[in-house]
């Protein structure tokens, strides 16, 4: 099926540990974005990408790092987990209309 | 930079009330306008957008019109069904971030029978 999926749907992980958050879309999209929502905050940007292997800052990039070795595939890894990164993640892809297109979300929650 | 700013919810509404949520922004230029919506569980799905000055945009009974002179994009709907009840976003393209969306803070909406 076409779209954006994200696994593992659901993660609680230890303080000190490293999780990666994993997107693929369908759609060959070329700007890729993290989002995590936070009760209280909305939706803050993480990172975005605009092609392979171009990658950029958004709103709260510290503790996160990205990569993007293909275009379908970008990857959100928190190198040490801590609590306050206790979030839901979402990874989303832009139309060449400009809609945004999310996926179904990823429930990290670190102890 | 392009900011939102959503009244505060949460809003509750019985059924075949009429619906206003208010989003005002700011900005540079001329930013795309967009309303998500969120449903339990789910991640966010477009609800409807306008791209210039005195655009409509609507979908699902919902309207709302960018009125640059008062850099509104208010959402509304004349009659709420139980199904409605979600949380809604407003939302405006950051050019300076790959056009990625920079979001209100998210305003509930439920409707109860």
């Known amino acids: 099926d076409a779209g954006i999926t994200q696994s593992p749907r659901y993660k609680i992980t230890e303080t000190g540990r490293q999780v990666t958050l994993m997107c693929h879309q369908t759609?060959?999209?070329?700007?890729m974005f993290w989002y995590r929502q936070d009760l209280g905050h909305g939706l803050r940007l993480i990172y975005y990408?605009?092609?392979?292997?171009?990658?950029d800052k958004g709103e709260v990039p510290d503790g996160y790092v990205v990569s993007r070795s293909k275009t379908e595939n970008f990857p959100l890894t928190l190198e040490s987990a801590t609590r306050s990164q206790t979030s839901v993640y979402f990874c989303?892809?832009?139309?060449?209309?400009?809609?945004?297109?999310f996926g179904e979300g990823s429930r990290l929650t670190v102890l | 930079g392009n900011s939102v700013t959503q009244m505060e919810g949460p809003v509750t509404l019985s059924e075949e009330a009429f619906l206003t949520i208010n989003c005002t922004y700011t900005?540079?230029?001329?930013?795309?306008l967009f309303w998500y919506v969120q449903y339990p569980g789910e991640g966010l799905q477009l609800l409807l957008k306008?791209?210039?000055?005195?655009d409509k945009g609507s979908n699902k009974g919902f309207e709302a019109t960018y009125r640059k002179e008062t850099t509104s994009f208010h959402l509304e709907k004349g009659s709420v069904q139980v199904s409605d009840s979600a949380v809604y976003f407003c939302?405006?393209?950051?050019?300076?971030?790959?056009?990625?969306?920079?979001f209100g803070k998210g305003t509930s909406l439920l409707v109860t029978p």
């Open positions: 990408s605009a092609a392979a292997d171009i990658t």
């Open positions: 759609w060959s999209h070329s700007y």
């Open positions: 989303a892809s832009i139309s060449g209309i400009g809609e945004l297109f």
């Open positions: 306008a791209t210039k000055a005195d």
């Open positions: 900005a540079t230029g001329y930013p795309s």
């Open positions: 939302a405006l393209s950051d050019p300076n971030s790959g056009y990625a969306l920079n």
